[in-house]
């Protein structure tokens, strides 16, 4: 199973997303984040994925999510989502991610996966998740179907 962060940078009513410029995903928004390296931990992966993916430097993250996602069955990505108010910088694009402040009640949903409409606005609001998401149809993940869900909220992380 594959390791991985999401970050999401909020501010003022407003969340940072970037569109994906490569890679899994391409074309759709989501919060900066990516593979836990060897020797990293997932809290140092989403801080490093945010200041490379789109230049700000983030403090404070806090644990919002775990996030397991199967495919046909199998473990796919375990995903670690963080969230912080607190960053340096001002966001830049990157070969990998478009960023862009968006308010959070225009989060653009229909260009994201279809799961996040489920636990993006909880967490967006201050709220802890624990979510497995099932998807079927091969590989790519991002062009396999969304089956099946199971949530739990206000989970206690670290």
């Keep these: 199973?594959?390791?991985?962060?999401?970050?999401?940078?909020?501010?003022?009513?407003?969340?940072?997303?970037?569109?994906?410029?490569?890679g899994l995903g391409e074309g759709w928004y989501n919060g900066p984040g990516g593979k836990v390296e060897d020797g990293e931990t997932p809290r140092e992966c989403a801080v490093r994925e945010v200041r490379e993916e789109v230049g700000l430097d983030v403090a404070d993250v806090?644990?919002?999510?775990?996030?397991?996602?199967?495919?046909?069955?199998?473990?796919?990505?375990?995903?670690?989502?963080?969230?912080?108010?607190?960053?340096?910088?001002?966001?830049?694009?990157?070969p990998e991610a478009r960023p862009e402040w968006v308010p959070v009640e225009d989060v653009p949903y229909d260009?994201?996966?279809?799961?996040?409409?489920?636990?993006?606005?909880?967490?967006?609001?201050?709220?802890?998740?624990?979510?497995e998401f099932r998807f079927e149809g091969g590989e790519p993940l991002d062009?396999?179907?969304?089956?099946?869900?199971?949530?739990?909220?206000d989970v206690s992380f670290e």
Excluded at 148 to 153: K, Q, S
């Design 62 to 94: 806090e644990k919002a999510g775990e996030l397991r996602f199967t495919l046909d069955g199998a473990a796919h990505t375990f995903c670690h989502v963080y969230r912080t108010s607190t960053f340096e910088g001002e966001p830049r694009a990157s």
């Design 143 to 153: 062009e396999a179907a969304f089956v099946d869900h199971d949530l739990e909220w």
């Design 1 to 22: 199973m594959q390791e991985a962060t999401l970050c999401f940078v909020v501010r003022d009513g407003e969340v940072l997303l970037i569109e994906k410029r490569r």
């Design 111 to 131: 260009r994201m996966w279809d799961d996040d409409r489920l636990w993006l606005p909880g967490v967006l609001d201050g709220r802890t998740v624990a979510g």
